[in-house]
Structures are given as C-alpha cells and as structure tokens.
C-alpha cells in the first residue's frame, strides 16, 4: 500500500548546501519515530528528479518536494505547484512541476497537490561541508516541515505558503 503522503528531498549531499534535501530527510525519520500521531509518510531521495519519479505520485493524497535553493529567502520557502507545460525529456533533471506534468500525461489524471520547500544555500561546491547559514536554514525549514507532518492537508499547508 502506498503512504497517502510522500516527501522527497533531492540534491547532492557531496555538493555543500545541495545537501539540504537529502539531511531534512534525514532530520525528519528521525522526528518521524516520535510522532505515532503522523500519517504514513513515504520518505525519499535522489540526486536530482528524472521522468520515472513521475511513478512516485501515483496514489498520494499529498506531496511535498524538498531542495535547496540559492533564490529564494531565508530561511525557506513553501509553495504550492503545478505541472508545467515545458516539459523536456531530453534534459538531464527535471523540475518538480515538469515530474507532476508527467505524471497528468502517463495517467491521465490530475497530479496530487503537491508543494516544494525551498532552502535557502549558498555554497554548492564539490566537497564542501553544508555552511553555517544553511545549518541555521535547515533547522528552521525542519520546524516547518514538523508542523506541516502534524497537519498533512493542502489547505493547512497552503496558509504556510507563499
């Protein structure tokens, strides 16, 4: 059976701040033990979003996408979605949106509401540590991310978003 909710975090973590995604991941199975309260939740990561991850929306009630990002404001930023109509399967990784496209063309059916967490980076290098600034980010996009586990619907999460 499928867990009503997913959360993917992608990103890089041998890349300095890419590894935001892949570390609240983390964070959040830990949290994740505490809270017998939470719904099924379906943790997963990848280096970057490719055409199979479209599979990954099938069945889900909601879906939130976690990933650094060097745009937009510290700490985070939650928004809520949808497909993009520039889609290119040639391309190396894909968009969040550009995975719900997919997924609306290969089912024929609309994309679960689906959000993405942006983390603010700021260091992307090869082998870098996660920096200081993101460190602080990435604790305070985790608080989010708890409150947005204890109330898992998009209305809810829609009031956290901008």
């Known amino acids: 059976m499928t867990a009503p909710l997913l959360v993917f975090g992608y990103g890089n973590p041998s890349r300095g701040d890419d590894a935001l995604g892949p570390q609240l991941l983390d964070l959040l199975a830990v949290n994740q033990e505490h809270h017998p309260e939470w719904p099924e939740i379906e943790l997963l990561t990848d280096f970057q979003l490719q055409v199979e991850h479209a599979t990954d929306l099938e069945n889900r009630d909601l879906v939130l996408f976690i990933d650094a990002s060097i745009s937009c ?11 993009s109509q520039a889609v290119s399967h040639t391309t190396h990784a894909m968009s969040p949106a ?6 609306e063309r290969v089912y024929q059916c609309p994309a679960p509401p689906t959000f993405l967490l942006a983390v603010r980076g700021e260091g992307f290098e090869l082998g870098a540590p996660l920096s200081q600034e993101a460190e602080k980010n990435r604790d305070a996009a985790l608080k989010l991310l708890i409150q947005l586990c204890d109330r898992p619907y998009p209305d809810v999460w829609q009031t956290y978003s901008r």
Not at 73 to 83: H, K
């Open 98 to 103: 550009a995975v719900m496209q997919v997924f």
């Open 73 to 83: 404001p510290a700490p985070c930023l939650l928004s809520r979605i949808q497909p």
